[in-house]
Antibody, heavy 117, light 107 residues
Framework: EVQLVESGGGLVQPGGSLRLSCAASGFSFSNYAMAWVRQAPGKGLEWVSGISGSTYYADSVKGRFTISRDNSKNTLYLQMNSLRAEDTAIYYC?????????????WGQGTLVTVSS | DIQMTQSPSSLSASVGDRVTITCRASQGIGNYLAWYQQKPGKVPKLLIYAASTLQSGVPSRFSGGGSGTDFTLTISSLQPEDVATYYCQKYNSAPFTFGPGTKVDVK
């Protein structure tokens, strides 16, 4: 069974940093694209970043967030710097389909990031 | 960047009704479109990929269609458990944008 478990969320002040992790199991992690998708309170889904052989970012986070993966640990990361109030959201880790296919199944349970002073 | 829109933004229908949601891309995306269902308080779930391919385990009352810029998600006979917000998503190239969502309720 494929499992994705996010961690690392929490309360951080504006301008601060946070690193999210997503532990994956049940599939050959290195062979799949992975992504982060977020959802602000009461709002819709927003794709944030993806990684396969290349990395991709939404304009809203480009230059502030860095996606990476450690295939030896089956873990996906999102380093978030210069955080803003508008980054407050549940952050979901999601598995792509194949090495370069960015439609997502399944999703993790999410980790909440709150940016506030 | 390609923009994704959905209509309507919300709808209310009776059990057994046929419901259709439209997703439009500002430029052609072939059939690189997925649909997701998010029930209140739950994690999004994949329903359809490649515009019309039903994900394993998804009830057959759900169907998808379209290509290029115009796509549809149809629920042939609405059930109480279908109360959710439905999102389309393009995946032909980055950014892998989601539509704003359509909230479906049962009268």
């Amino acid at each position: 069974e494929v499992q994705l478990v996010e961690s690392g969320g929490g309360l951080v002040q504006p301008g601060g940093s946070l690193r999210l992790s997503c532990a994956a199991s049940g599939f050959s992690f290195s062979n799949y694209a992975m992504a982060w998708v977020r959802q602000a309170p009461g709002k819709g889904l927003e794709w944030v970043s993806g990684i396969s052989g290349s990395t991709y970012y939404a304009d809203s986070v480009k230059g502030r967030f860095t996606i990476s993966r450690d295939n030896s640990k089956n873990t996906l990361y999102l380093q978030m710097n210069s955080l803003r109030a508008e980054d407050t959201a549940i952050y979901y880790c999601a598995k792509g389909q194949g090495r370069t296919s960015y439609w997502f199944d399944p999703w993790g349970q999410g980790t909440l990031v709150t940016v506030s002073s | 960047d390609i923009q994704m829109t959905q209509s309507p933004s919300s709808l209310s229908a009776s059990v057994g009704d046929r419901v259709t949601i439209t997703c439009r891309a500002s430029q052609g995306i072939g059939n690189y479109l997925a649909w997701y269902q998010q029930k209140p308080g739950k994690v999004p779930k994949l329903l359809i990929y490649a515009a019309s391919t039903l994900q394993s385990g998804v009830p057959s009352r759900f169907s998808g269609g379209g290509s290029g810029t115009d796509f549809t998600l149809t629920i042939s006979s609405l059930q109480p458990e279908d109360v959710a917000t439905y999102y389309c998503q393009k995946y032909n190239s980055a950014p892998f944008t989601f539509g704003p969502g359509t909230k479906v309720d049962v009268k």
